[in-house]
């Protein structure tokens, strides 16, 4: 872009209110047998009552009944159905079974409904009872996390493992509850096996603790009711390093950056507080959660090297442009917490969260300017599938991201690293060939906690650059060719319930094989070399600093602090932004690379299905795009930038914004024209919600040639109806039979797709011959939907929303056209209200 120009605000019109209609919380029709139905149901809840009548807890623990009911296919059973049955929703599983407890052991109230029901006694008919197909109990395999399944406690192994509770809502007896195991296990132990609790973390809805147990104290508590899961510790995932000696003439003074400037937590494996780059830059670093040296040695320093690394892109953003022009000029300020040991694990006595939660908590309370937390750890074992519910460190670092909304802080995750496929390939040729649709395949999805919704996740870009040391080579190639191809290493998506991830990506370096070289040695055919190449490497920062300042690795740890940096940078710009914002101008500032692969691009031979399942496989692997710094942060002649930021939207509305009509020469001009629209959200979530994870939705939709009576109209109405979740899509089925197909501006991707998100994107290419784009401004619509959240609890949401025009053609002046209609409109609504006093 040429010249700078401050970002517009965009035009609201209106907010209407949605008239809130219950459909009662029970779909499906009646049960010609009831009455069996019913007593089969009083049968099986008997069988649910006698064992927890005779259990004599070992543990000491008070009995919980806590079973599943199966909901039957094409019936509904809501929240509110349930308590009025006498039970608790503890979760809803993505197969329809919710998860209930109850502190009747007799379950008094539901059985006298069931004998309604089922006509043994007069009463009220409970027809919504016929939506339970089936009660049934939780069995000990049920409570056994997928760490453990893969690698099961042997008879003789003493293991630090993940205890976790059922949340009943009350905080005191959770705590009674770990009490109690901790109380008998310190009684249990001995020289052998010293069994103890030592670490918990009680939340709105996770009771975790992490214990040292054998394996027949893990089988007895795999018996408690009241056990959700047991599971082995998570572990972090480290790419390989090597250092990097860079010939710099005149080491060049580094000046701190300004005062006010945004700082950037990064949460890893500690910094290297000496380094010359990074001392000037650091603001504090600490040890968490381990302020004793009890258990992690060596202070807030990085032993492994991993985090210095990880901090040198954060402050410097291209540490490798900065040494090209010797200039280093940090744009943010560095503090870091130390959350792993000397062996380079999680301690086995530190819950993860707990070390999470202390972190931020003591750098965001203490400094103002802490803003965007980078963690570019994984958890390589946590691979997200299908219908799966949220990971427990995404799930809590969505839970921060919403409880410090006030302090507008920004996530940025890692997407994680895959293993190519080499143990399968028969040679580095075929390895090669397999790049890059082994991408898209199970096993490359992205891992805990990559999975978080609010967080920021990036994926790897290849720089498309073959090796520095040994550029004649012909054997070393690295498996990419082309600058902006998705690293061999990058991990894919979707998300939770389908939300787009990662949300971007960034450089983060490739991989190298070696091709022939070892099969003329007799050696193994497959070799992949370390990541440790120049030139198709990442240049940071080395935590050697007295033998080598720099170093050279690669992994999508080192592409999330350039988007951290980038973060940061906006933060600077625009200090008084919502997170919401921030993360929006970066989605959509981000476009995709000029080059991707041939497997994932779209062409005018494939049907409409082929090119649907072609931008779903670009948006699994890259996100929206790489983001871009300037047009993230300014506007130009012939790219605007409209925004509006910590919007409060009722739950039940929907706002109407106004898009400037677009002036002729947009249109006469020849180039490429491009509108689009991104939504940012912070809802609450849940992950023992199955059905979703996100308490509130959000999504909007761009309207062409319509006046904004019509489109109040057909959203009023549509919300009347008797799928008042489906408001917005009966509202455009109206539109469209009322005014045509013409009148909606189809963005890609798609709502359905989009809309599952918490930071939404959707983008159109504009053409000359399109209809109805001259007739007028367009109009946005904004609408927010309630999922389980509580009415009492959440009336509002709040969110940012950026939409920007571009024309190709530097000479199609927007920005002052644009300009010019947003301040005529704002004299008139100013004049209107003078009026009115």
């Known amino acids: 872009m040429g010249s700078q120009f401050e970002h517009l605000k965009l035009p609201r019109i209106i907010n209407i209110e949605l008239p809130r209609r219950s459909s009662g919380g029970f779909g499906g029709t009646k049960r010609a047998d009831f009455s069996e139905h019913g007593k089969q149901l009083l049968g099986q809840i008997s069988s649910l009552i006698e064992p927890v009548k005779q259990k004599n807890s070992p543990f000491r623990l008070d009995p919980k009944l806590i079973f599943k009911i199966k909901v039957a296919e094409n019936y509904s059973f809501s929240d509110n159905l349930v308590t009025q049955t006498g039970l608790n929703v503890l979760a809803r599983e993505p197969n329809k079974a919710i998860v209930v407890f109850s502190s009747d052991n007799e379950l008094t109230e539901f059985k006298k409904r069931l004998e309604s029901y089922s006509q043994i006694k007069d009463g009220p008919k409970y027809e919504y009872l016929g939506a339970i197909d089936e009660l049934f109990p939780l069995e000990p395999q049920d409570r056994i996390g997928r760490l453990l399944e893969l690698k099961p406690v042997q008879p003789d192994e003493f293991a630090a493992l993940d205890l976790e ?229 995404a799930a809590k670092i969505d839970e921060i991201a919403y409880q410090y909304q006030n302090k507008n802080i920004v996530f940025v995750v890692s997407a994680g690293n895959t293993e190519p496929p080499h143990k399968e390939a028969k040679s580095d040729e075929q390895l090669r060939t397999d790049y890059p649709n082994y991408l898209l395949t199970e096993d490359a999805r992205i891992i805990d906690p990559g999975t978080s919704a609010i967080a920021l996740t990036v994926g790897s870009l290849s720089f498309g650059r073959g090796s520095i040391t040994e550029p004649s080579d012909v054997r070393r190639q690295a498996i990419t060719n082309l600058s902006g191809y998705p690293s061999p290493f990058t991990r894919t998506g979707f998300g939770v319930d389908g939300m787009i991830k990662p949300d971007v990506v960034d450089f983060g370096g490739d991989l190298v094989l070696d091709l022939g070289y070892r099969e003329s040695l007799g050696l193994p055919k497959v070799n992949i070399l370390p990541d440790s190449v120049a030139g198709v490497s990442v240049i940071t920062l080395s935590k050697n600093f007295n033998s080598s300042l720099f170093h050279i690795c690669s992994g999508t740890s080192f592409a999330a602090p350039r988007v951290a940096n980038l973060a940061a940078q906006l933060f600077t710009k625009y200090p008084e932004a919502s997170s919401n914002l921030i993360r929006a101008l970066i989605v959509n500032s981000a476009v995709l690379p000029k080059e991707i692969p041939p497997e994932f691009q779209c062409n005018s031979n494939q049907s409409q299905s082929q090119k649907t399942k072609q ?194 053609d530097p000479q199609v002046n927007l920005y002052n056209r644009m300009r010019l209609q947003i301040n005529q409109r704002s004299e008139r609504e100013q004049e209107r209200q003078r009026a009115r006093f």
């Open 165 to 393: 509770l059922w949340h009943t809502g009350d905080r005191k007896e959770m705590r009674k509850y770990l009490d109690d195991i901790a109380d008998v296990l310190e009684s249990l132990t001995s020289d052998t096996a010293p069994m103890r609790m030592s670490d918990s973390y009680i939340g709105d809805y996770l009771c975790i603790a992490r214990i040292k147990v054998t394996n027949e104290v893990l089988n007895l508590l795999l018996l408690e009711g009241i056990v959700k899961e047991i599971d082995r510790p998570p572990q972090p995932a480290f790419e390989t390093t090597a250092d990097c000696n860079l010939p710099i003439s005149a080491f060049p003074e580094v000046v701190s950056p300004p005062e006010d400037n945004c700082g950037i937590l990064v949460i890893d494996s500690g910094v290297q507080r000496g380094h010359p780059l990074i001392a000037p830059v650091l603001g504090e670093a600490e040890v968490f959660a381990d302020a004793k040296r009890q258990f992690i040695k060596g202070g807030a320093d990085d032993v492994n090297g991993h985090g210095t690394s990880v901090a040198g892109i954060a402050i410097y953003g291209n540490v490798e442009n900065c040494i090209q022009q010797c200039s280093f000029d940090p744009t943010a300020w560095l503090f870091s917490a130390r959350v792993t040991d000397e062996n380079n694990k999680y301690d086995e006595d530190l819950l993860l969260e707990t070390q999470l939660d202390e972190a931020i908590r003591a750098f965001v309370e203490q400094y103002s300017n802490c803003k965007v937390i980078n963690i570019s750890l994984g958890n390589c074992d946590q691979i997200y599938r299908d219908g799966m519910k949220q990971f427990r460190l």
């Open 615 to 808: 931008i779903e496989n670009q948006l699994a692997i890259y996100g929206y795009g790489q983001s871009d710094l300037e047009r993230a942060m300014y506007s130009a002649e012939n790219y605007v930038v409209l925004s509006e930021d910590n919007i409060l939207i009722p739950v039940g509305k929907f706002h109407i914004y106004e898009i400037p009509q677009l002036p002729p020469e947009f249109f006469e001009i020849k180039g490429t024209r491009i509108l689009s629209i991104t939504l940012a959200f912070d809802p609450p979530t849940r992950p023992t919600r199955g059905d979703s994870y996100l308490g509130v939705t959000m999504e909007f939709n761009v309207f062409k040639g319509l006046n904004h009576t019509s489109i109040v109209n057909a959203y009023v109405d549509a919300r009347k109806t008797n799928e008042p979740d489906k408001f917005t899509e009966i509202s455009l089925d109206i539109l469209k039979k009322n005014h045509g197909s013409g009148i909606t501006v189809d963005l890609s991707p798609g709502s359905n797709l989009r809309k599952k998100g918490t930071v939404q994107r959707g983008q159109v290419k504009i053409f000359p011959q399109s209809t109805k784009y001259e007739q007028g401004n367009m109009t946005l619509v904004v609408s927010c939907n309630r999922k389980w959240t509580n009415p009492d609890e959440i009336e509002m949401q709040r969110y940012a929303l950026v939409a920007s025009i571009s024309h190709s």
